[in-house]
């Protein structure tokens, strides 16, 4: 009985992954992760943007302390800045709070997380495993969408924005 049982839960769970897949959502404690999505790279790039939105629905802050992906040697957290007229990243030290009932978006031309020493070519249409590591919700593992090179946003309705781009920026 108990084999039955936990045969048709995985048949359930196999059957509504299609579902989960689609919305491409994540949640880990109370945060929840929306559209995670990167750019195709060009053969032999360094390092690539990761974008996407955490929403902290619950009642504590917590922080995006780290990250890290099988395609990058490392994987650190960005900002972007003005700096005389041209825009430069820096390392976020001390990670990215989310404070209770607020939103972090990561989006080209802000914050975001950088996939650096790039292992592999990232490729339109794949998705590219990323791991998320928060101070107090822990680890969650998400698969970025991969969108064009030089992808405003992710291709979804309704998310388009207007950001300038983040691939021609040099890492070394
Ligand atoms: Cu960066």
């Known amino acids: 009985m108990r084999t039955f049982m936990a045969a048709t839960a995985a048949a359930l769970t196999l059957a509504l992954a299609p579902l989960s897949a689609h919305a491409h959502d ?6 929840e992760i929306e559209h995670p999505w990167t750019r195709a790279t060009p ?5 690539g943007g990761a974008f996407l939105i955490i929403v902290n629905e619950g009642t504590e802050a917590d922080t995006l302390i780290g ?5 990058a040697g490392r994987v650190e957290l960005h900002t972007m800045t ?6 430069k990243m820096r390392q976020i030290k001390g990670g990215i ?3 209770p009932g607020d939103t972090a978006t990561l989006a080209p031309g802000g914050n975001h997380v950088m996939l650096m020493d790039l292992k592999e070519q990232i490729v339109t249409g794949k998705t590219v495993p990323l791991t998320l590591t928060f101070e ?8 970025l969408a ?3 090179p030089g992808a405003p946003g992710p291709k979804m309705n309704g998310h388009g924005n207007g950001s300038h781009g983040h691939e021609t920026h040099d890492h070394n």
């Open 146 to 148: 991969v969108s064009p």
């Open 67 to 71: 990250a890290a992906s099988p395609v």
């Open 136 to 143: 107090k919700a822990g680890s969650v593992d998400i698969d």
């Open 82 to 87: 003005m700096d005389d007229g041209v825009m």
């Open 97 to 99: 709070e989310i404070s």
């Open 26 to 31: 994540y949640k880990v404690g109370a945060l």
């Open 43 to 47: 053969p032999g790039a360094a390092a």
